[in-house]
Nanobody, 122 residues
């Protein structure tokens, strides 16, 4: 079992930055690939970024490439998402997730945080 808790969301103006963090419980954090997803009102949950168990491989949704950076610290059981040059279309509830395999489908992840709101004003 893994419990995930996100932090760092909030309101920011377009062009600004936010850093989301996800703290994981349990001793097996390094056994899980980690992902970030987001869901805007009326839309399906979509993949944002993912990182392999070792942190050696990262993957991004095309529109966030070059703006967002995912990283993890296995010693601290945390995964982060640095978001720069934010746009109003980045507004959503952001979720971190843990799964056995890294992937872009939410069905590949077994554990989810409660989500945190990110709002980007124009």
């Amino acid at each position: 079992q893994v419990q995930l808790v996100e932090s760092g969301g909030g309101l920011v103006q377009a062009g600004g930055s936010l850093r989301l963090s996800c703290a994981a419980s349990g001793r097996t954090f390094s056994s899980y690939a980690m992902g970030w997803f987001r869901q805007a009102p009326g839309k399906e949950r979509e993949f944002v970024a993912a990182i392999s168990r070792s942190g050696g491989s990262t993957y991004y949704r095309e529109p966030v490439k070059g703006r967002f950076t995912i990283s993890r610290d296995n010693a601290k059981n945390t995964v982060s998402l640095q978001m720069n040059s934010l746009k109003p279309e980045d507004t959503a509830v952001y979720y971190c997730a843990a799964g056995v395999r890294v992937g872009a489908s939410p069905y590949e992840y077994d554990y989810w945080g409660q989500g945190i709101q990110v709002t980007v004003s124009s």
